[in-house]
């Protein structure tokens, strides 16, 4: 009775220093504890750790890392794998080789003793490892009621592992397989997903339909009377030509048309008393008419030179000093009178960055002023070919027409545009630019 009271004690003593020995042990110790040190408590032969969420060989008796392409290791993966479906998997249960399918078992006796012993380690984080001993005696009852309490403190220990284990690093987590395959699919479907393509260039808020104020004659830009962005009302005046040359026009005009009218008021007279002059009155009127003429167009040409604002808006031009003296053909733009109310967005869009694009497009307009504040625009003109800006890059104009009326930017502000094409998938847009210049260099 005393032996046997002693052999109870001795068993007890040894659980209790199993179990510390499990808490103790660090995360990368605790597989080789299970399957090796349980042997002081219950005799086995063999003893494996299996990981049921994986289907991998954690741990193995007798060796330091067990060889997942080994024949031993090849052959017991399905034998575990099947017990892990049966319906008691989640139970510390007996097993033997009667318990598998023919194929499984018909090698059994070459790999591993009669009797297992199937004993799940319940985590907080679920049952996901099983320890499976053999050996050639049969269980019993006793020593599955001994190693029960043993396996719930395998599974606390585990549990603090866990909860402890170290943050694994991403390049850690790839060399598995299925992280591999997971980025894998994640990066095929991100590649082939269909975005909006989109392209950044310069703006500008120009004047829609503004009216275009010409040189209404050739000649000098003399003098300008208002300034860029200034207000104008119909009928001020903007500008004049220099007024010199007319001037001097005019004079000789006005010289020749007296000289011809006192020739014809003379040769009047003469007629009255030599009926044979009344031939040349004719001649004479017609001359001094034409001259008569001449000084009413130059005159009219003199008061064309002061040039007047036909509209009411904000004038739109460089600076004045640019023109003055400046000589200018007819029909040259000068400046413009726009309504500071009816504003539009054009946008230079440089070739190499050119993306489909049509009518209606959405366009977002991040202004230098407030970047914070973009404001929307939808497209409406394409030019047909590209133009050079003024810093010599070809490029694209196009407009496009605020949609939200209520905040209109200011004339002449500057930022820029987004403009949004149609969807394509992300590896083409990723890759449109590299495809271009290998067709540049492989001339297709």
């Known amino acids: 009775m005393s032996e046997r009271l002693n052999n109870q004690l001795i068993r007890l003593t040894l659980l209790l220093q199993l179990e510390r020995r499990a808490r103790q042990a660090t995360a990368n110790e605790l597989p080789y504890v299970l399957v090796n040190e349980t042997s002081e408590l219950i005799p086995y032969r063999q003893a494996v750790l299996w990981r049921t969420d994986k289907s991998t060989l954690e741990a193995a008796s007798g060796v330091a890392k067990p060889e997942p392409n080994s024949p031993y290791a090849l052959w017991l993966k399905p034998v575990l794998n099947h017990l892990s479906r049966n319906e008691n998997a989640n139970q510390i249960k007996s097993f033997s080789v009667e318990d598998l399918p023919k194929d499984l078992a018909a090698e059994w006796v ?48 585990y549990s603090l592992t866990e909860a402890a284990k170290p943050a694994i690093s991403f390049l850690e987590r790839l060399k598995t397989r299925k992280n591999q395959l997971t980025l894998a699919a994640i990066v095929l479907v991100a590649l082939f997903f269909p975005i909006r393509q989109s392209v950044l260039a310069e703006a500008e808020v120009v004047a829609y339909k503004p009216n275009l104020v010409r040189s209404p004659l050739e000649g000098v830009v003399d003098a300008f009377y208002v300034q860029p962005n200034e207000v104008v009302k119909v009928g001020q005046k903007i500008f004049s030509l220099d007024k010199a040359e007319l001037k001097s026009r005019l004079e000789v005009a006005k010289e020749k048309r007296d000289s011809a009218q006192t020739e014809y008021l003379q040769t009047t007279q003469e007629a009255m008393l030599d009926p044979k002059v009344k031939f040349k009155l004719a001649g004479l009127k017609s001359k001094w008419e034409q001259e008569a003429a001449e000084v009413d167009y130059v005159s009219t040409l003199l008061k064309r030179c002061d040039v007047n604002a036909t509209i009411a808006g904000v004038t739109v031009f460089d600076d004045p000093n640019e023109w003055l003296g400046k000589p200018v053909k007819q029909g040259e733009k000068i400046l413009a009178v726009a309504n500071p109310d009816s504003v539009e967005l054009e946008v230079r869009l440089p070739m190499e960055d050119l993306i489909v694009l049509a009518p209606g497009d959405e366009v977002l307009f991040f202004s230098n002023i407030a970047p914070h504040k973009p404001l929307e ?68």
């Open 110 to 157: 070459d790999w591993l003793p009669e009797h297992g012993l199937w004993m799940p380690i319940r985590t907080a984080f679920g049952s996901r490892y099983v320890l499976t001993l053999f050996r050639e005696a049969s269980w019993s009852e006793a020593e599955i009621h001994l190693l029960s309490y043993l396996i719930e403190a395998y599974g606390h220990a």
């Open 377 to 444: 625009a939808a497209l409406n003109y394409f030019s047909y070919r590209a133009s050079p800006t003024p810093s010599d890059v070809m490029a694209y104009r196009l407009k496009a027409a605020f949609t939200e009326r209520a905040e209109l930017p200011r004339l002449g502000f500057h930022g820029t545009a987004k403009l949004y094409g149609a969807r394509k998938p992300f590896i083409l847009w990723l890759l449109r630019k590299p495809i271009r210049t290998i067709r540049l260099w492989l001339t297709l």
